[in-house]
C-alpha cells in the first residue's frame, strides 16, 4: 500500500503528555534508526538492481517495505508504540522541517524507481538519478528526528529520576514520623511495666520496620 497522504496528527494529540516507559523510548530511537538504515540499503540495491544484480531488486523492495512500516509506526503509532506524542515531533515531521512530506515523496519515488527497474523499462535512469540525488538529503532528514527522539529520552530519563527523587524524600519524611512514634512507644511502654509489654513490641516491630526503609531509601537513591 502506498503512502501518499500526510500522516499528520491531531494538535491535541501532539500536545498531550504521555507517560513513557524506557523501553518504548528504546523502541522508538531503534526504529527511527533503522528508517535511516533501510533509506541507504533500499537505495544501494535499487542501483545494483539496475546494472542486473540478481535478487538486488527483491531486497531493495524488502528494504522500502521496513522503511514504510517503520514510518508508519513512528507517525501514526501501534499497539506499542504512540506516534507523535509531543509538540517537538510535530514540528519535525509537520513544521518547518517537513519531515513527513519529505520522507513520503522519498517512498514515492523509490517505488517509481524500483517498478522502472522490474519492469525493465528504458525511462528507469531518471527516476533511480534522482533517488540517489534525494539520499543525503533524506539521510539529514532522518538524522534530525531521530535527534528528537534522543533528546526526548534524555529528558523523560531525567523527570522520572526527579520524581523518583521526591518520592524517596516523602518516604523518608514518613520514616522519620515512625521513627518518632516508636520511641515515644517505647518510653510509655517502660512507664506502663507489665502491662505495656505487648506495646513495647509493638514498637520494636515498629522499629525494625523503619530501619528496613532507611536501607531500600538509601538503595534507591544510590539507583537514582
Known amino acids: 500500500m502506498l503512502m501518499t497522504e500526510p500522516l499528520k496528527m491531531g494538535k491535541q494529540a501532539a500536545e498531550a503528555i504521555t507517560p513513557l516507559s524506557g523501553e518504548v523510548f ?20 535499487a542501483l545494483l538492481a539496475s546494472h542486473g544484480e540478481e535478487g538486488g531488486a527483491a531486497v531493495a523492495r524488502e528494504a522500502l517495505g521496513l522503511f514504510r512500516a517503520a514510518h508508519l509506526a513512528l507517525v501514526k503509532g ?31 519515488l523509490a517505488e517509481r524507481a524500483l517498478a522502472a527497474i522490474e519492469q525493465g523499462r528504458s525511462d528507469a535512469a531518471a527516476p533511480l538519478a534522482e533517488l540517489v540525488r ?5 539521510l539529514a532528514v532522518l538524522n534530525q528526528i531521530t535527534t528528537v527522539y534522543e ?30 512514634v516508636a520511641f515515644n ?31 531500600m531509601v538509601k538503595a534507591a537513591l544510590i539507583a537514582a
Open 78 to 108: 501501534d499497539s506499542k508504540l504512540p506516534g507523535i506524542f509531543c509538540a517537538e515531533l510535530q514540528e519535525v515531521y509537520f513544521g518547518a522541517p517537513d519531515g513527513d512530506r519529505k520522507i513520503l515523496a522519498f517512498i514515492a
Open 134 to 138: 534525494m539520499t543525503t538529503p533524506i
Open 185 to 215: 512507644a517505647r518510653v510509655v511502654a517502660a512507664r506502663a511495666g507489665h502491662a505495656g509489654r505487648e506495646f513495647a513490641v509493638v514498637a520494636g516491630v515498629l522499629s525494625t520496620i523503619t530501619t528496613e526503609i532507611d536501607e
Open 151 to 180: 533528546e526526548q529520552s534524555k529528558r523523560h530519563a531525567l523527570l522520572m529520576k526527579k520524581q523518583l527523587r521526591g518520592v524517596i524524600t516523602e518516604i523518608e519524611t514518613i520514616a522519620r514520623q515512625a521513627k518518632m
Open 26 to 45: 528504546g523502541a522508538l530511537i531503534n526504529l527511527s534508526g533503522r528508517r535511516r538504515f533501510t533509506s541507504q540499503r533500499l537505495v544501494l540495491y
